[in-house]
């Protein structure tokens, strides 16, 4: 208390700024960590304790407060559980087993079944009816539209992972799109306009993600100042 008596305005304002920076940093760090925890999980299992009322809610709430050019919002889900989950990965494994050739597709299907054995199953959409709009309002940026589009489809994206990975739920992002995209469509009754980006399989983490590994910073970044 007495140096607290002691310090001038000024001091004191300096010491408030500084704690201020330092809980900032540490708020920074802690979402630094946050991206670092999210990796692509394949051993899956559903061991969750998250129930499934809550995981709609984050996945839901990580889409809505997603950003997107224009505030277009033009990214959609279908959130699947329990059967659905189990009936969509069919429709992948029917599919492939058409195309893979019999002798090489024993690997396919245990990649498939790993998938099966989460809890749940995203399916990420970008609606084509919000672009096609967008191109007619913005003439000009009609070419960029269908960029931004799938800009905002992989912000959504990582948002849903990052905040499964919050919950202690693993993830890992598929695309088995265009292939599957009519059987999808046709199983759930979804709007012809949704175009199938990508497809993320979830579950309780059975196994680590290995070692990541990450090129020379010197290949990827250019800093100037």
Same mark, same amino acid.
């Given at each position: $208390?007495?140096?607290?008596?002691? $310090? /001038? +305005? /000024?001091?004191?304002?300096? *010491? ?9 940093? +540490?708020?920074? $760090? ?14 899956? +299992?559903?061991?969750? @304790?998250?129930?499934? /009322? ?5 996945? *839901?709430?990580?889409?809505? @407060? ?20 189990? &009936? ?18 024993? &690997? ?9 054995? +989460? ?22 940026? &009609? ?9 905002? /489809? ?11 990975? !919050? ?49 020379? !910073? ?8």
């Amino acid at each position: $208390m007495k140096r607290l008596i002691a $310090m /001038s +305005g /000024s001091e004191w304002q300096s *010491k408030n700024e500084q704690e201020l920076n330092n809980f900032s940093k +540490g708020l920074d $760090m802690s979402f630094l960590d946050k991206l670092k925890s999210r990796r692509s999980i394949y051993a899956l +299992g559903r061991n969750v @304790n998250t129930d499934n /009322s809550t995981i709609e809610s984050v996945i *839901k709430e990580a889409i809505r @407060n997603s950003p997107s050019s224009f505030n277009s919002q033009s990214s959609r889900a279908a959130i699947l559980f329990n059967g659905e989950h189990e &009936a969509f990965w069919q429709i992948v494994e029917d599919t492939l087993r058409a195309i893979v050739p019999a002798d090489a597709f024993a &690997a396919t299907e245990a990649k498939i079944n790993s998938f099966r054995a +989460g809890h749940g199953t995203v399916l990420f959409f970008e609606d084509q009816d919000v672009v096609k709009g967008l191109q007619e309002k913005f003439a000009a940026y &009609a070419d960029n539209f269908p960029i931004w589009s799938e800009q905002a /489809s992989g912000i959504a994206q990582h948002a849903v992972w990052l905040a499964l990975a !919050d919950h202690n739920i693993g993830a890992s992002l598929q695309h088995y799109n265009p292939i599957i995209d009519e059987q999808t469509m046709a199983r759930w009754n979804l709007p012809a306009s949704w175009k199938l980006r990508a497809q993320m399989p979830f579950g309780s983490i059975e196994a680590p993600a290995g070692e990541k590994a990450f090129m020379d !910073d010197e290949e990827r970044f250019r800093v100037f100042a």
